[in-house]
């Protein structure tokens, strides 16, 4: 439980900060994705209010690969969630030193908000019995919280995300940077995200058949 509220918390502030930049500070990147590239070069100036943004997730994610390490409990996609932090990082940094951060600030708004989903649903989940109790309305909200989860996920991460980022640095940074530097290294990455992506919302799905199962089982007993 203290887990998932650290980062619940961490979530709601992040993407709160992230829909500010890309909704209300000027910056077009969301309903203009290829815009992210419009007069790239070498060493530009990040502006203030994005650099504060990488130093939050960036502090964030190095955190992440030590506490999945030593503090968090293991669990089967711990791995993969390893890896997940690794790649995030690793993107978060490069991206802010050959200037890529305007399809960085892109890429952790569409992935946080998920997150948001899903820690919230954990903890309802984890409430549902307290002191010995069954509470309900925990389980209620639990209930739609997975419904109102795998519906972002599939929006933000698998519909979004490919339409909007991927789109930007695989086709349009070619046109507006024909030489643009580690092209395939960024791609490629990204593309690791979204299998992750992938293999995340096929693996919710078949713990959603697992519980249904369990349920007709109980009833047929």
């Known amino acids: 439980?203290?887990?998932?509220?650290?980062?619940?918390?961490?979530?709601?502030?992040?993407?709160?900060?992230?829909t500010y930049l890309l909704f209300?500070?000027?910056?077009?990147?969301?309903?203009?994705?290829?815009?992210?590239?419009?007069?790239w070069e070498r060493g530009m100036k990040v502006p203030l209010d994005i650099a504060l943004a990488y130093l939050l997730q960036g502090s964030f994610y190095a955190h992440s690969i030590y506490a999945t390490l030593y503090m968090d409990a293991w669990r089967k996609d711990s791995v993969v969630m390893l890896i997940h932090h690794v790649v995030t990082l690793t993107l978060i940094v490069f991206s802010y030193v050959f200037r890529y951060h305007n399809i960085g600030i892109l890429v952790?708004?569409?992935?946080?908000?998920?997150?948001?989903?899903?820690?919230?649903?954990?903890?309802?989940?984890?409430?549902?019995?307290?002191?010995?109790?069954?509470?309900?309305?925990?389980?209620?909200?639990?209930?739609?919280?997975?419904v109102s989860f795998s519906i972002s996920w599939f929006w933000f991460r698998?519909?979004?995300?490919?339409?909007?980022?991927l789109y930007a640095t695989c086709h349009t940074s070619l046109?507006?940077?024909?030489?643009?530097p580690f092209y395939f290294f960024f791609n490629v990455l990204l593309f690791i995200l979204t299998l992750m992506n992938i293999y995340w919302f096929l693996a919710f799905f078949k713990l959603l058949g697992g519980r249904k199962s369990a349920v007709r089982l109980a009833l047929a007993q």
């Open 108 to 146: 952790l708004f569409l992935h946080d908000f998920s997150d948001i989903q899903l820690e919230f649903t954990k903890l309802n989940v984890y409430f549902k019995y307290r002191g010995g109790i069954y509470h309900r309305l925990n389980d209620t909200i639990s209930n739609a919280g997975c």
């Open 158 to 165: 698998l519909y979004w995300f490919p339409l909007k980022v």
């Open 1 to 18: 439980m203290p887990e998932s509220a650290w980062k619940l918390s961490f979530y709601i502030i992040s993407w709160l900060y992230g």
């Open 175 to 180: 046109q507006s940077v024909p030489n643009i």
């Open 24 to 39: 209300f500070a000027g910056y077009p990147f969301f309903h203009d994705p290829p815009s992210v590239f419009y007069d």
